[in-house]
């Protein structure tokens, strides 16, 4: 059985470890915390990048402090992990934060993104009365519930027509602006499109955070609030989380021989 190992250092932030393994899936994701400065109260971001390797297995690739999840902040993030090595990206899953998705393009321009389908359920929901909401939840897993992006495509141009007919407009209008960029996923091997198409698997890892650091309260600073994220991450990937194979990557392995045969 491999062993996932972190990738970072949390004890010594200015030598990491080079990634040296091929991550076709990498999810990244942000979380805010409080700090002191200067006598107020303010947020910092850590921001997260968890991969699927090409065994299968995942590992957390690298954790740092951003002022916010703004473009600067995401783009320093993912210049420290090509800096690091990270390549062999066929995927990048995420919810939708622009600053990111504008960093995504300028660091791995090739690379498609994939928005992560709870976010933007949540999202359209919000612009629904909550006696309407679990009928329109269900009409939105009906959309990702299709065999193929055409179908998907098709589903999704009916619910639009369904949220404007029930007077839903907001909600209509955020689905079709948004619901080409949830289905990036379809282009991957089905067996993998339920671990791929939502960010959970980190969301998991960052609510463990939340629930840890909430005991802190407020960090003395953003050095503190960092260290503490990388000590718990790397106690969850030393655990069944990092030591259990994730996904059957011989499904990319055959698709992209497909693909080139």
């Not at 055959?254 to 080139?260: V, Y």
Request: net charge positive; charged share 30%.
């Amino acid at each position: 059985m491999q062993v996932a190992k972190c990738r970072f250092d949390p004890y010594s932030p200015l030598f990491p470890l080079p990634i040296t393994e091929e991550f076709p899936y990498v999810y990244l994701d942000g979380i805010s915390l409080k700090r002191s400065w200067g006598g107020e109260v303010r947020n910092v971001s850590v921001l997260v990048a968890v991969g699927v390797g090409r065994s299968g297995y995942r590992d957390v690739l690298g954790v740092a402090e951003g002022c916010k999840e703004d473009k600067e902040s995401w783009g320093g993030f993912l210049r420290y992990l090509k800096a690091r090595g990270l390549k062999g990206v066929k995927l990048f899953i995420s919810d939708k934060c622009l600053g990111l998705i504008e960093s995504l393009s300028e660091y791995y321009p090739d690379v498609p993104w994939q928005r992560c389908v709870v976010h933007f359920y949540r999202n359209i929901l919000s612009k629904v009365p909550r006696g309407r909401m679990k009928e329109v939840a269900l009409m939105l897993k009906a959309i990702y519930a299709q065999e193929d992006s055409k179908e998907a495509e098709k589903k999704a141009r009916y619910v639009i027509g369904k949220l404007k007919e029930m007077k839903l407009a907001a909600a209509a209008k955020i689905l079709e602006e948004g619901y080409g960029e949830t289905m990036t996923y379809y282009q991957f091997p089905p067996e993998h499109h339920r671990s791929i198409r939502t960010n959970n698997p980190l969301e998991r890892i960052m609510r463990e955070i939340r629930r840890r650091t909430r005991v802190v309260g407020c960090f003395p600073d953003g050095g503190s609030a960092l260290m503490l994220a990388a000590a718990r991450l790397r106690y969850i990937t030393g655990r069944k989380w990092g030591t259990t194979k994730y996904m059957d990557m011989e499904k990319m392995h055959d698709l992209e021989n497909m693909k080139a045969g």
